[in-house]
């Protein structure tokens, strides 16, 4: 289960070696490797080694199709990047926000494939139509236009973030105190509603549901035990002033 292995990125009828250079390079950074070029222009091997740098190990392993269906066996899911609507609708996502459901395929060993168009007119609509999905990339929109190998980049990076992202730490990992548990939250919540009523401060008939607001602003606090009693014992104090008045 690997970028690597199993995410295709496919070129076609690329007109530029360099920038299939790019795209490799661009590639390689991001733990990309499988390459498929359908029916490029005459190709320059020396630009595409100079413009794939330290990624020119990938030239030898790029795959050559004379037609899409052949690159698309073995594919499970085939996105399509467009930049423009069709006159046949299709599903559509921008780029962040289908990454992470490809990830979540490629990590159930679903086979991806990327298409990417030509570098004057993009994708045909036939091409189009054998993907699942059409993916966007969000840009300027007074100007939209991405370099083949640029989009590469892009789309690359974004997997590779999603694929790599580690669990987030719990903001409580190093936390000084242990955070409060339920019941202790709902005891500081029962005693805050009390002392506010006898303070005539909060009607629980109130229409604006003060009560429910207030909850939902302890809930939302995240308090740690300490904190907890800490307020516990102001508003018992509280609670000591009010009964000596009365």
Partial sequence: MS????VKIILIE????????????AMKNMGFSNLCLINPKKINFEEVKALSANAADLIDKIKFFNSLDEALEGSEIVVATSSR???????TESLNDLSPTLISE???NKKISILFGREDRGLTNEELQKSNIHMTIETNKKYPVLNLAMSVQI?????FLDYHKSKKVSK?????????KHEHVTNLID???SISEDL?????????QIESRIKRLFRRLGLDEMEVNFLRGFLGGVEKKIHKKK
């Fill in 14 to 25: 690329t007109t530029s070696s360099g920038n299939i250079g790019s795209a490799l390079r």
């Fill in 106 to 108: 490629i990590k159930k």
């Fill in 155 to 159: 789309v690359c990076y974004k997997l």
């Fill in 3 to 6: 970028l690597s292995n199993q």
């Fill in 191 to 193: 005693h805050f509603l």
């Fill in 85 to 91: 609507q069709r006159k046949v609708p299709w599903p």
């Fill in 200 to 208: 005539e401060v909060f009607n629980k008939g109130n229409p604006r």
């Fill in 172 to 180: 409580n990992k190093y936390w000084d105190v242990p955070i409060a």
